[in-house]
């Protein structure tokens, strides 16, 4: 579904992603993984729209978005979480939920300044929308809680969850796990084996390996921005290059 | 949910409606009057202003150019080109909707303190205009601007004044209310907390502040070209950077982010300074350090009080049950 072609990306002296081609299959998980300062969020970045391509394709079922902006990539089915957080503070858990769910909600002037019942209808769909996906993480509890108060950990499956909102065909995950304990990771694990199920393709970064190894159907290794190798959880944990990349960089990763 | 829900008439807007229906009486000369059409017109501003600030997240120093300069375009259409009152407010706002839309685009990619800069520096240049081009705007003395006349009824009287911006107020108060409890509202807070948060879920950030913004600036012009009709006046001053502060400062101390906030804000600076008149020299100092003490003891704004005042019977009603 996804085609990545030859994206370059630059800053000043420093190539953070360099010539680095690859497919993504429809409804596959699919990981990047490699050291710290390997590129990976940069390249996250430029398939997102954050970052423009220095060069480069990104073709999406074959159609052209290479620097499409992030905001009307979520409307071709594209969301992504961040590796730090971007959660709003003064909105309570179900409020940043039902931010995903506004692309599909009446934003129409007239009518919110009169309370139309479209708006009210909306808000009462999605809110139940709301607590149902909130529920499949076990965060329905805090759905009334403001953000600002809560554990990292929570927010951080809130994120993904705000993401799943938006109804994305491919969801993009940088390090949805880091600074979560094992039950959590666990149950961020067994969420996403479940949008697989739902044909929606996982593009996961992740310096757990072993949810990495567990979970994936492909993995591209990359370091300094470069592609170093790709394939099945098997052909990567017995490849020499990557062992060699890791190990030379054993004390940097996480 | 009942019906009153339903069109979302909440506690606050009653009792502030039955404060508007009461102060009347209360009031015992014109320049009461006067004073309290100000401070409701002051609070209009502050309303559109609030949303700006509060709930998007984008500071102006330029709303009280935004509201002198739609005032100014309404009292020059009547009194120079004698339009209909109403035809001159709708053709203000029209224009001053229009000229915002387009100046916020560069202007609300700035943040911080430049986008201060930005929106301080069209408002001094409006009112550089507004000195400079006396032919039209009688300069710095200002201008007589004619008399409010609506279905051939000439609004005269104070109290008639007094109930048609309380009923707009109320209006206001209504209608943004409705916005805040909506979808967009949401999208406004979003954009204060985390601009990378609402562009990750496809909301178009520059589009939504620019919509807020020009919001902002059409109910700054509505209250500043009744603001001319009512005074029979208007001067640069009402475009000042000073008036511009006030303002800013009236919604920050009222409560920043909270809808009767800017309301309380406008009242109180708007009154207060009439009331320490009585201190004569001393005025100015007593005004900045009571502003100085609010800010201390109540970061959040003087509305803040209300919220102890309901915390404060829950948990009695708490301990009773
Ligand atoms: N905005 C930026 N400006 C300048 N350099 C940057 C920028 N973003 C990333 N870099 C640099 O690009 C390289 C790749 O960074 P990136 O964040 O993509 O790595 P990463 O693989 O995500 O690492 P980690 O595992 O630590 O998250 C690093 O050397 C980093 O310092
Ligand atoms: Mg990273």
Redesign the pocket.
Known sequence: MLKVRSVTKK??G?V??DNLSFDVKKGSIHSII??????????VNMLTGVYKLDSGTVFLDGGDITNIPTNRLVHRGICRTF?NLQVCDNLTVLENVLLGFDKYMSKNLLKTFFRSQKILDDEERYFQRGMHLLSLIGLEEYAHKEAKNLSYGILKRLEIIRALATGPELILL??PVAGLNTKETQEVSELIKLLVQDDVTVIL?E?DMKMVMDISDTITV?NF?QKLAEGTPQEIANNKDVIQAYLGNEGH?? | MNFLERINITKEILIFTAILIVVPFVLQNEFHFQLAILAMLNAMICIGLNLLMGYAGQVSLGHGAFAGLGGYIGAILTTEYQFNPLLSILSAVIFMGIFAFIISKPILKLKGHYLAMATLGIGVIINIILNVEYEITGGTDGMAVDSFILFGFELFESMHWYIVVALLLVFTLWIFDNLIKSPFGRILRSIRDSEKAADCVGINVSFYKSVVFTISVVVATIAGSLYGFFSGFISPQEASFNHSIELVVMVVLGGLGRLYGAVIGATILTVLPQLLTAFEEYETLIFGLIIIAIMIFMPKGIVSLWDKILEFKERKFAKSA
């Open positions: 800053f000043g420093l953070a992603v490699g050291p710290n300062g390997a590129g990976k969020t940069t390249l590796q940088d390090e970064i310096h990359m921005g990763h996480g």
